[in-house]
Antibody, heavy 121, light 109 residues
Framework: QVQLQQWGAGLLKPSETLSLTCAVYGGSFSDYYWTWIRQPPGKGLEWIGDINHTVGTRYKPSLRSRITISEDTSKNQVSLKLSSVTAADTAVYYC???????????????WGQGTLVTVSS | SYVLSQPPSVSVAPGKTARITCGGKNIGSKSVHWYQQRPGQAPRLVIYYDTDRPSGSLERFSGSNSGNTATLTISRVEAGDEADYYCQVWDSSLDPPRVFGTGTKVTVL
């Protein structure tokens, strides 16, 4: 059974760097798109970026200057760093596994439990 | 950027059918995936590749996709179906290449 367990600091001050890690238990690591998705309080889901061992990274255009997603295949972990955070980055952050089964389209079949990150002075 | 529009809310009586639409330009040419999110929980995949159900997903959930609209249909609605629902597409030619719909809150009357 695949499980995604995530952790990281939940309270940040403006201008600090958000740092989250997602550990993958069970299943292969290299065949998937490891994705970060966030959800501001009371709002919808927002894809912010992903990484695939072969293809590399893709990021949401508006975050491209601040975001880094990396993987550690020796630990089956994926990490998110978002620099210079503001209140607008306050959200629940989810890691998810993207499975590209066919048709050049992937769906998210496993999700982490979510981490609430609050940015406040 | 590519926009997926969903109605903010849908209300349905128990036992009836709920239909949730997801509008996007020529969405019928893309594969659409659907997620259910109950309050305080992570989203859960309920339909993938327009019409497929993952193991554990109820047969009461079905999907379709044509033209500019994809639809998630919930038959014989139960109280436990009350949740937010999101559509999603994946198209690496877009920027951003992965897009979620705006979300629909389903209320069971």
């Amino acid at each position: 059974q695949v499980q995604l367990q995530q952790w990281g600091a939940g309270l940040l001050k403006p201008s600090e760097t958000l740092s989250l890690t997602c550990a993958v238990y069970g299943g292969s690591f290299s065949d998937y798109y490891w994705t970060w998705i966030r959800q501001p309080p009371g709002k919808g889901l927002e894809w912010i970026g992903d990484i695939n061992h072969t293809v590399g990274t893709r990021y949401k255009p508006s975050l491209r200057s601040r975001i880094t997603i990396s993987e550690d295949t020796s630990k089956n972990q994926v990490s998110l760093k978002l620099s210079s955070v503001t209140a607008a980055d306050t959200a629940v952050y989810y890691c998810a596994r993207g499975f590209l089964e066919y048709d050049s389209s992937a769906y998210y079949d496993y999700w982490g439990q979510g981490t609430l990150v609050t940015v406040s002075s | 950027s590519y926009v997926l529009s969903q109605p903010p809310s849908v209300s349905v009586a128990p036992g009836k059918t709920a239909r949730i639409t997801c509008g996007g330009k020529n969405i019928g040419s893309k594969s659409v995936h659907w997620y259910q999110q109950r309050p305080g929980q992570a989203p859960r995949l309920v339909i993938y590749y327009d019409t497929d159900r993952p193991s554990g997903s109820l047969e009461r959930f079905s999907g379709s996709n044509s033209g500019n609209t994809a639809t998630l249909t919930i038959s014989r609605v139960e109280a436990g179906d009350e949740a937010d629902y999101y559509c999603q597409v994946w198209d690496s030619s877009l920027d951003p290449p992965r897009v979620f719909g705006t979300g629909t809150k389903v209320t069971v009357l």
